[in-house]
């Protein structure tokens, strides 16, 4: 049953890496929206995130995996998990980008114009590696909590860990050992994480927050 | 045919399964949040044995899925014979991840306060447990609200796992509504507009309250 279960972990990596990644690349674009010289683009932005996160990841779910069938466009439930996490994560993602730049002073860009660097340069060199360093600690409690949610997958047909959990106890009435066993191997990959995540914030705080 | 007169239909017709949900929510939080302050306290404490079966709670209720924990109650008791209701079920795995979520916010609120104002309140020969009423309390109370109400946000928002054990909140009546009208798409949308129409207004009137509240701090 142990085995039987953890070949469900396979499901649960990629949906979860594959949303992060998706999400991190598309939540650059959220970012930026958000902090767009456009007022339109802004509201836009807003809006985007606030009805994303405003809503359960399970009815996304729910309106990508069954309602855009409706209307002919007809997902598997992996592409509909991966898409929907894809797109939840890029509001999360981006609203922590968005808090990563904010704690930027303003300084260091203005810094970097007056030495004459392009907006390229200044994006890429001096933006990015420190609003990175700022928000990976919020990234990775972000991708913890994006694994759990990945166990909703199995509510439409993905055959992740709970999803197999349940097969079991249909078959075998033996729940409680099943759910058990998902509990366990969620545990055992969310407590490490976290761990390090803690760590990796304190190694940051010691070594570039300036006064 | 569809109109936005049907579309309202089902928004209403979804309106008994969001009073469920605000029930399941409201019974976990009033369960919850005291769970949560005393595991708080106690894993501050002196007694080691304690402080592990504590710490090991509060870890199983942030570490394992809600999804799970649902389904350990629901599927999993009655292997041991027991047998909950949905609700009751539901009601079991809210509160326990509630408090597991609310712990953490209880203990580091509780850290906030400085150490100088416990000293103070001895050196004017206050009880502890009058120093933790009158002292410690309120002022962790300050910074503990906000992030304690959007805790309970997040676990209105989470009411919908619920669906999966066929308790009939808000996403059980859409897909019940879904398989009798085939218009999974505006009824699904209709959930999502039940659910934004409590949640987006609550994170405002958060984020206003953490501004009142922080004026101060």
């Known amino acids: ?211 | 045919m569809m109109t936005p007169a049907t579309w309202f239909g089902y928004v209403f017709e979804l309106l008994p399964g969001l009073v469920t949900a605000l029930q399941l929510t409201g019974i976990s939080l009033l369960l919850g949040y005291p769970l949560a302050l005393i595991f708080a306290v106690l894993l501050d404490g002196k007694n080691r044995v304690v402080r592990w079966v504590v710490l090991a709670l509060v870890e199983l209720g942030r570490g394992i899925p809600l999804l799970v924990l649902l389904y350990i109650f629901y599927q999993g008791l009655p292997q041991v014979s027991i047998i909950p209701s949905a609700f009751t079920a539901a009601i079991w795995a809210f509160t326990w991840s509630t408090a597991g979520y609310g712990t953490e916010i209880i203990r580091s609120s509780l850290k906030s306060v400085p150490q100088g104002q416990l000293e103070a309140a001895k050196a004017v020969g206050l009880r502890e447990s009058d120093r933790f009423r009158f002292v410690v309390l309120p002022q962790a109370a300050r910074i503990a609200i906000p992030p304690l109400m959007g805790l309970a946000i997040i676990m209105f928002q989470l009411s919908s796992l619920a669906y999966v054990i066929t308790l009939s909140e808000v996403m059980q009546s859409a897909y019940f509504l879904g398989t009798k009208t085939f218009n999974y798409l505006p009824v699904f949308l209709a959930a999502a507009a039940v659910y934004a129409a409590v949640t987006i207004p609550a994170s405002a009137l958060v984020t206003s309250i953490e501004r009142r509240l922080g004026r101060h701090v």
């Not at chain 1, 594959?18 to 010289?37: E, K, Q």
């Not at chain 1, 779910?61 to 598997?76: K, N, Q, S, Y």
């Not at chain 1, 993905?158 to 509990?183: C, D, K, S, Y």
């Open chain 1, 1 to 211: 049953m142990f085995l039987y279960i953890l070949q469900g972990l396979v499901w649960t990596v990629i949906i979860t890496v594959g949303g992060f990644t998706f999400g991190a690349v598309v939540g650059v674009g959220v970012a930026a929206a958000r902090v767009a010289t456009s007022r339109i683009v802004r509201i836009i932005a807003r809006v985007w995130v606030d009805v994303i996160r405003g809503v359960p990841p399970l009815v996304w779910l729910f309106v990508v995996f069954f309602g855009l069938a409706e209307v002919g466009l007809r997902l598997t439930a992996f592409q509909a998990a991966i898409l929907t996490f894809s797109l939840i994560a890029s509001a999360y993602l981006g609203e922590i980008y968005r808090g990563g730049l904010a704690a930027l002073g303003k300084g260091q860009v203005e810094a970097a114009h007056s030495l004459g660097l392009g907006r390229f340069d200044i994006l890429a060199r001096i933006v990015s590696p420190q609003v990175l360093r700022t928000v990976s600690p919020s990234m990775v409690t972000y991708g913890i909590g994006l694994m759990k949610d990945s166990a909703l997958a199995s509510t439409i047909g993905v055959v992740e860990m709970t999803f197999r959990a349940n097969q079991v106890t249909q078959n075998t009435g033996q729940g409680l050992t099943a759910f058990a066993i998902v509990g366990a191997i969620y545990l055992a990959m969310s407590i490490p994480l976290g761990v390090w995540a803690r760590r990796v914030d304190n190694r940051m705080r010691e070594k570039y927050v300036v006064a």
